[in-house]
């Protein structure tokens, strides 16, 4: 178990000592000895968590592989969290990988994810997840298990840089008239994020980034303010104004070249399906 009076002092201070250990326990009774590691990520860890709107972001190493798995077990995980915490039921992004193939993912493999209480999937997309391995290796959190360096290669920044362009492209390449307003404030945040590492060699929270990029960029502030506020709420509402929308798109367009030149990578490509965070 891990040592909860030191931990909170580095996880949001939201999330109490008692739910942890909730959280943990559900791994490791439902999944036994097959847990080889737990690490929670994201804005519970670097900042920025929304009580009402933030996901919780979880990597749970396996012994086995996920072949191998019941995947059936592995899904009953969030179930019995759930039970016990039902404002949780489509906020928990939970990966499971492999030991094996965690150390060795530039070579592939498998892994299974649940995503915002949908069913869980099996992917064979390991190595495009190289960005989310690079950001739990650097600034995730042992729940259970080891140091998350012990279980994930080191990995170059140049590498990273290139991940950051394909996550940020894929954000950019989809329908900002088609989300929800919550993600789409998501999105643009995810943006000024992207670009904020790149520029400052510092991965935030995506607060910290937006108000990075308003202060560089005013011309970006009402869009800003308005997905800042939109994404605090976790809102069914806003970015309606046909001239809001329409400075959405232009933004878009704008961050995804700035993202890529940043990078020195070229803007075109296909895009990475890891998840959000």
């Known amino acids: 178990m891990p040592d909860l009076a030191k931990l909170t002092l580095m996880i949001d201070l939201r999330l109490s000592p008692d739910f942890i250990e909730d959280l943990t326990t559900c791994f490791l009774v439902v999944l036994g000895d097959k847990l080889v590691g737990l690490y929670l990520w994201g804005s519970s860890v670097v900042g920025g968590f929304e009580p009402d709107a933030s996901d919780l972001d979880l990597l749970a190493v396996l012994g086995p592989e996920v072949a191998d798995l019941d995947l059936d077990l592995a899904a009953s995980v969030p179930r019995e969290f759930i039970r016990y915490h039902p ?44 960005r989310s391995w690079h950001l739990i290796r650097t600034t995730g959190e042992s729940l ?62 995506k607060q910290e980034a937006a ?14 303010a308005e997905a800042l506020d939109t994404h605090r709420a976790g809102a069914q509402v806003g970015f309606e104004d046909p001239a809001m929308m329409a400075l959405a798109a232009e933004f878009v367009a704008a961050m995804t070249a700035q993202i890529a030149q940043a990078a020195g990578a070229s803007p075109h490509g296909g895009p990475s399906s890891e998840p959000k965070d």
């Open 87 to 130: 404002a949780w039921r489509e906020r928990l992004e939970i990966v499971y990988i492999g030991q094996a193939t965690l150390w060795n993912f530039r070579a592939g493999g498998s892994l299974a994810h649940i995503s915002r209480g949908s069913p869980l999937v099996q992917e064979d997309n390991v190595a495009e997840w190289l």
């Open 144 to 205: 259970y298990g080891p140091r998350p360096t012990t279980l994930i290669p080191p990995i170059e920044e140049t590498e990273f840089a290139d991940a950051i362009v394909r996550y940020a492209r894929r954000a950019g390449s989809q329908d900002l008239s088609a989300m929800e307003p919550s993600l789409r404030a998501y999105n643009i945040l995810t943006l000024c994020r992207s670009l904020a590492t790149l520029r400052t060699g510092r991965y935030g929270s």
């Open 211 to 224: 108000t990075w990029l308003a202060h560089e960029q005013p011309r970006w502030s009402p869009l800003i």
